[in-house]
Each structure stands twice: as C-alpha cells, then as structure tokens.
Antibody
C-alpha cells in the first residue's frame, strides 16, 4: 500500500511558478510511475505528467513547455513545477501512483491540494 | 490525444437500481480502460482497471466490460454510498485522458 501527500503553497500569483511536492510512503519507490494530475473546479481530471524512479519523464503536450517534474529518491519525494501560471491553472492538484508494468491505472492518490492563481 | 466521451453526463437513480454508464474512446484502446469514483472534496478512487478487473477492496456490485472503443461500468444494485461522480480514463497512450464524468444522483 502506498500513501501520498501533496504539499506546497495554496496561492500563486499570475506569471509566477507553481511548485508542489509529493511525499511517498509505504511501498518501494522504484516500483511505480509517479504522476501529477489536476482538476479545475467543477471539471474532470487532467493528467499533467509522470516520472519513473530512473528520472524518465512524460508530459502532457498541452503543458509540456511549462512543466518540469523531478524526484528525490533519498527523500521518497517527487515534485512539480509549472511556470507562467494564469487563472486557468487554478485547480486541485493530486499526485498519484501507477504500478510499474501495469495497465497504467492510478491506484493510489494523495488527498489533493487546492492551488489558486490570483494576485 | 485520445478523447474519452461518457454518457450520460448525469443520471438519477434509486437505491437498489441497476445502473450502466458508457464510455467511448475516439480510437481503439484495447482494454486499457480504467474507472474511478469521486465523492465531493475527495480524490478519485480506482474501481476497475484493464476494463474489467476489480480493484482490491471494491464491492462486487461494480463490474466493467468492453474493449476497443466502447466500454461500460455497471453497478448491479445501487447502495447509498454509490452516489458520486464516475470517470473513465484511458491508459493506452500518453497523454492519459479522462472522460468528462457521470454524476450519479439520488432520485
């Protein structure tokens, strides 16, 4: 069983960079792909991207120019940076896990953290 | 990107009813289809993966079927705790994409 917990500022100014960290506990960090997913108020989820323990990443092309996902295996954490944010980036941000070699489903999720973009 | 379209967008039903939600992919995704349940203020919860495999701990009244482009989620006998929003998600290719959701409400 995996537990995930997001942390980071809940308010970011327009044009600045959103930074979040996901702390992972429970299972082996190297057995999963680690994703960031966001959900604007009243809308469906949107996959932002993922990272494997090797450091290999995949990003959603719609956000690729602004997104960077990294990991710190010594701390069992992975992080999201989203630059040049606008009000459209206001959403609940989740981190989630996908078992390596699986069908690609998100089996565990963090509780989510609301990030509001506003001056 | 693969587009996922769910129907209906909302559904009213009663406790004990049998309910079916449909998800259609814009291209074939084999069986790379997953279903989630989301309650207000909570993260989505995995119900079914690989189109028909029940996630551990999920009640057997939930079932999934389909392959290719057309998929269904069935709840055989609705319980009060099942009233929520349901999302399908494809994991055939990146970017991973979700349906727009089906809100299941009490009649």
């Amino acid at each position: 069983q995996v537990q995930l917990q997001e942390s980071g500022p809940g308010l970011v100014k327009p044009s600045e960079t959103l930074s979040l960290t996901c702390s992972v506990s429970g299972d082996s960090f190297s057995s999963y792909y680690w994703s960031w997913i966001r959900q604007p108020p009243g809308k469906g989820p949107e996959w932002i991207g993922n990272i494997y323990y090797t450091g290999s990443t995949n990003y959603n092309p719609s956000l690729k120019s602004r997104v960077f996902i990294s990991l710190d295996t010594s701390k069992n954490q992975f992080s999201l940076r989203l630059s040049s944010v606008t009000a459209a980036d206001t959403a609940v941000y989740y981190c989630a896990s996908t078992p390596s070699g699986s069908y690609g489903h998100f089996d565990y999720w963090g509780q989510g953290t609301l990030v509001t973009v506003s001056s | 990107d693969i587009q996922m379209t769910q129907s209906p967008s909302s559904l009213s039903a009663s406790v004990g009813d049998r309910v079916t939600i449909t998800c259609r992919a814009s291209q074939s995704i084999n069986s790379y289809l997953n279903w989630y349940q989301q309650k207000p203020g909570k993260a989505p919860k995995l119900l079914i993966y690989a189109a028909s495999t029940l996630q551990s701990g999920v009640p057997s009244r939930f079932s999934g079927s389909g392959s290719g482009t057309d998929f269904t989620l069935t709840i055989s006998s609705l319980q009060p705790e099942d009233f929520a929003t349901y999302y399908c998600q494809q994991s055939y290719s990146t970017p991973r994409t979700f349906g727009q959701g089906t809100k299941l409400e009490i009649k």
